[in-house]
C-alpha cells in the first residue's frame, strides 16, 4: 500500500491515495477557499484541544490572532460563538 504518484489530470488527487502531477500547465487550476470558515474550522479544534475548564490567557488569543492573520476581536468573537454552540 501507500501513495500512488502518477502524472496526468490532477483533479484525479486523491488525498492519502493518489498524487497527480500535471502533464501540462494547462491543466493547472485554482480553487477558491473561504478563509473565514479556515479560520472558524482552526479555532474550533484550538477551543476543542484545551482541558476542561481551561481558560485563554491573552498571550494564546494573541497567538491565534497571530496563527489566523486575523484580530483579537475576531477570535475572541469566534471563541465565544463556538462557546455558546456547545454549550
Known amino acids: 500500500m501507500g501513495v500512488a504518484v502518477a502524472r496526468g489530470d490532477p483533479r484525479d488527487n486523491r488525498p492519502g491515495v493518489r498524487i497527480v502531477i500535471p502533464e501540462h500547465p494547462a491543466q493547472l ?3 477558491d477557499v473561504d478563509l ?3 479560520r472558524r474550522s482552526y479555532l474550533r479544534n484550538a ?3 484545551l482541558p476542561a ?4 490567557r491573552d498571550i ?3 497567538f491565534l490572532a497571530a496563527e489566523t492573520r486575523s484580530g483579537r476581536a ?5 471563541m465565544d460563538e ?3 454552540e456547545a454549550g
Do not use: T
Open 36 to 38: 473565514d470558515h479556515v
Open 74 to 78: 475576531f477570535v475572541e468573537e469566534i
Open 47 to 49: 477551543l476543542a484541544s
Open 53 to 56: 475548564h481551561a481558560e485563554l
Open 29 to 31: 487550476h485554482l480553487v
Open 60 to 62: 494564546d488569543i494573541d
Open 82 to 84: 463556538l462557546r455558546a
